[in-house]
């Protein structure tokens, strides 16, 4: 079967058909997936039904891989996954669904704000690959913007504004303003230190994009109040309607993300009904594979 490549919006995303990632990725599928990210910056893999090592092989075709980190946990963790591989379920260890309204679902829900992924990493992300196990019947989708249209939308004033801005990437704090998360210790964050990293980025392919997001808590050399007004006001232009690709998932979908120039985030999944199993590989421009925890590290 030839390969296939389908736009799925007028602005970016697209669908790739008949590729085989049972077997290692050959030349040619690692140019049409390169080509189609460059392009499209959001790509799904179809019936992609595959095995943890499969995923993890693909996906480092691309990059070094950014491994999850300790969260300050301790000794040796139990897992349904392999240890490379990020778990964006709502599902326990046991592969029990976590309740929704639950202290232990309050972390992940910080996803269900617009962001891009390990923005409070050191090293430059390039993309995440998310692979559909477990699909609920509704709910659970993926919302994504592309932030290259973004910032070619953006009034020339605003474009010159940030074009030297540096922001600041802070999971925790992150979390604290997003998700109301308290209780945060000193401990907790040396796991994950905030990061810097420009408010515009460019492409390798020469386009430039908004780097910000949940993540996202300030500028750097500006008071934090008229920062975070100033990323508000950023955030509620790049999350308009017209910007939007919404991801309606079937199982073994592999959705492709380029962290450097889209937002994405999860659509509440809130009944407890239905099992939401995905899991996601990171892969970052440059190595060491290695996770964003200094000390896991
Ligand atoms: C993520 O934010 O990495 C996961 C998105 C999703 O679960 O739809």
């Known amino acids: 079967m030839s390969i296939k490549v389908n736009p799925l919006h007028p602005i970016f995303a697209a669908e790739i058909v008949g590729a085989d990632l049972t077997q290692p990725p050959d030349d040619e599928l690692v140019e049409t997936v390169e080509d189609a990210m460059a392009r499209y910056a959001v790509?799904?893999?179809?019936?992609?039904?595959?095995?943890?090592?499969?995923?993890?092989?693909?996906?480092?075709?691309?990059g070094p891989l950014e491994l999850p980190p300790?969260?300050?946990?301790?000794?040796?963790?139990?897992?349904?996954?392999?240890?490379?591989?990020?778990?964006?379920?709502?599902?326990?260890?046991?592969?029990?669904?976590?309740?929704?309204?639950?202290e232990k679902r309050k972390l992940a829900r910080g996803a269900e704000r617009f962001h891009t992924d390990s923005s409070f990493n050191a090293l430059p992300t390039k993309w995440s690959l998310l692979l559909g196990h477990i699909i609920p019947p509704q709910g659970g989708d993926t919302h994504f913007i592309d932030t290259r249209a973004v910032y070619d939308a953006l009034p020339d004033a605003t474009r010159t504004k940030i074009e030297d801005l540096v922001a600041v990437h802070?999971?925790?704090?992150?979390?604290?303003?997003?998700?109301?998360?308290?209780?945060?210790?000193d401990e907790m964050r040396a796991t994950l230190p905030a990061a810097q990293h420009p408010l515009v980025r460019t492409l390798p392919y020469?386009?430039?994009?908004?780097?910000?997001?949940?993540?996202?808590?300030?500028?750097?050399?500006?008071?934090?109040?008229?920062?975070?007004?100033?990323?508000?006001e950023?955030?509620?232009?790049?999350?308009?309607?017209?910007?939007?690709?919404?991801?309606?998932?079937?199982?073994?979908d592999l959705v492709i993300w380029d962290n450097r120039c889209t937002l994405h985030r999860a659509t509440p999944?809130?009944?407890?009904?239905?099992?939401?199993?995905?899991?996601?590989?990171t892969i970052n421009e440059y190595g060491p594979e290695r996770s964003a925890d200094p000390i896991a590290a």
């Open 43 to 62: 790509t799904i893999v179809r019936d992609a039904n595959v095995s943890d090592e499969d995923h993890i092989r693909f996906s480092r075709a691309f």
């Open 70 to 102: 300790s969260m300050g946990r301790k000794g040796p963790i139990k897992r349904r996954m392999a240890p490379q591989l990020f778990d964006a379920s709502n599902l326990d260890e046991n592969g029990e669904i976590i309740p929704y309204h639950s």
């Open 170 to 185: 802070d999971f925790w704090r992150g979390r604290e303003l997003v998700s109301g998360l308290t209780g945060v210790t």
């Open 206 to 232: 020469g386009r430039k994009a908004l780097y910000l997001g949940g993540h996202a808590v300030g500028i750097l050399g500006w008071p934090e109040e008229e920062a975070l007004a100033f990323l508000a």
């Open 234 to 252: 950023l955030y509620d232009f790049a999350t308009q309607d017209r910007f939007v690709y919404i991801h309606k998932w079937k199982q073994g």
């Open 269 to 281: 999944l809130d009944t407890d009904e239905y099992k939401r199993d995905v899991r996601r590989t």
